[in-house]
């Protein structure tokens, strides 16, 4: 049987596929309708079954940072696949790729790739419990870091979006062993260290969190949280665990580590491990955890921590990743963080004139848009927003031919090839769209 449209492509995945879906919010479970089943992309425009044009504000949820099939980046894959899909033995691009997030991260001094953020978290946490010989792990309320057991107890992203406390399916032992903080929160933070900071191996934080919309870190008394964590962590014997695999050099061109972590000053600070993922793999299967040489050690087959992956470092991967970061240079984060201002100036304009609560929060060249008032500073102010307004919002854009994320806790994504002239079609679609959210 051949279908065509995205309903009948729909229709038939619901059949095979768990909700249609190969994961959970591109089922549009909570905007409703039909998800486009999408054929081809280029630059920031997308294509669907139907042969409707999109404005994607999606990016592949981060990964497309220099727009959909980039020249540079296609060919490198081309070539790549031409000398071979995979090896499961040691090839030259692992190295290249590492080198180049080494030299960009400061207190990455070793890094092992995996392929997904998932696995890279879960990694990172492995290592973390092995060095400090601890099992309790700390996590933010909205903080999402994949769909690993023991991260997911009110986790943001499709968490959030679904509005569920955690996963079925996760053991009460594993729940146990994760404690759950409210993100922002230095005096709860202190309070656990002080009760129980003997048991905790490490905190985990998204260094910016991006997941239940974007939520930056605050200073306070001239300390900003991360730091913060860090010092916290650290004066109990437990590491700092920054996921950056979604703010990975897109915040900046070091991550949202070249935001808030100055290196090389006085003022220095550091996570003890860091997870990337998205931008690293420019579009294929790409994740990886690394940070302090000591800890990184601990893996085997020189230390005593298991973790392998038959396609870890593929060669289609660290090629993708390699002329995505090629292309990541100063320009292309003017270029972003440009695109980034206008299009929040577009969406605010349009929202304030049709008279729609809204707040806009950035983390480096990343944002998001909250429907209320006031800024969002935890995952409670971030369910607090109206939900039914983003709602009517999002179908009046798709229906004029922009693709948002299907979900009002989640990052926009702009990408290098969102040109003047496709925010100007996105300009175009947003009066219209801030008038149905007023409705
Ligand atoms: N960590 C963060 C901060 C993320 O945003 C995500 C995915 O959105 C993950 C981890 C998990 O990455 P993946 O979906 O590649 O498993």
């Not at 870890?312 to 440009?338: K, R, V």
């Not at 679609?429 to 007023?438: E, F, M, V």
Request: charged content about 15%.
């Amino acid at each position: 049987m051949t279908s065509t449209s995205s309903a009948d492509l729909f229709a038939r995945a619901q059949q095979v596929i768990p909700s249609g879906v190969n994961s959970p919010v591109r089922a549009f479970g909570s905007v409703g309708g039909t998800p486009p089943f999408l054929t081809d992309a280029k630059g920031a425009l997308l294509h669907d079954a139907d042969g409707k044009e999109y404005v994607d504000l999606v990016g592949s949820w981060g990964p497309m940072i220099l727009g959909h099939a980039n020249e540079q980046v296609v060919e490198a894959v081309r070539e790549a696949a031409g000398r071979g899909l995979s090896f499961g033995a040691p090839q030259a691009g692992e190295v290249t790729l590492v080198e180049e997030v080494v030299s960009r991260v400061g207190p990455v001094e070793q890094l092992r790739l995996v392929n997904s953020g998932t696995e890279a978290t879960m990694s990172a946490l492995r290592v973390a419990r092995a060095a400090t010989e601890r099992d309790v792990i700390v996590k933010f309320a909205g903080c999402y870091h994949g769909h690993v057991d023991a991260l997911l107890a009110e986790a943001g992203s499709g968490v959030a979006t679904f509005a569920m406390p955690g996963s079925a399916g996760v053991t009460a032992s594993t729940a146990r062993d994760t404690v759950v903080l409210p993100y922002g929160d230095r005096d709860a933070v202190a309070a656990l260290f002080a009760e129980r900071g003997s048991e905790i191996a490490a905190i985990i934080t998204e260094a910016a969190p991006a997941n239940m919309g974007v939520v930056p870190p605050l200073e306070a008394d001239g300390i900003g949280f991360n730091r913060f964590l860090s010092e916290t962590a650290h004066a109990h014997g437990a590491l700092l665990i920054s996921d950056e695999v979604l703010t990975g050099f897109r915040a900046s061109r070091e991550g949202y580590y070249g935001v808030d972590g100055p290196t090389g000053t006085d003022d220095a600070w550091a996570p003890d491990l860091m997870t990337f993922g998205k931008v690293i793999g420019g579009g294929l299967p790409v994740g990886a955890f690394g940070g302090r040489k000591d800890l990184m050690g601990l893996l085997a087959p020189a230390g005593p921590v298991y973790q392998a992956g038959t396609l870890s470092g593929n060669p289609l991967a660290t090629a993708a990743g390699m002329a995505t970061f090629a292309g990541l240079d100063a320009a292309a984060y003017e270029t972003l963080g440009s695109a980034s201002r206008t299009l929040q100036q577009l969406v605010a304009d349009a929202l304030t004139t049709a008279g729609v609560p809204h707040v806009i929060q950035t983390a480096g060249t990343l944002f998001s848009v909250f429907f209320r008032e006031e800024p969002v500073t935890s995952y409670e102010d971030a369910k607090n927003q109206d939900t039914a307004a983003f709602t009517r919002f999002f179908h009046a854009m798709l229906d004029a031919g922009v693709y948002l994320p299907p979900s009002a806790f989640e990052a926009w994504f702009v990408s290098t090839a969102h040109t003047e002239s496709v925010l100007d079609r996105i300009a175009a679609a947003l009066p219209g769209a801030a008038k149905a959210a007023a409705s």
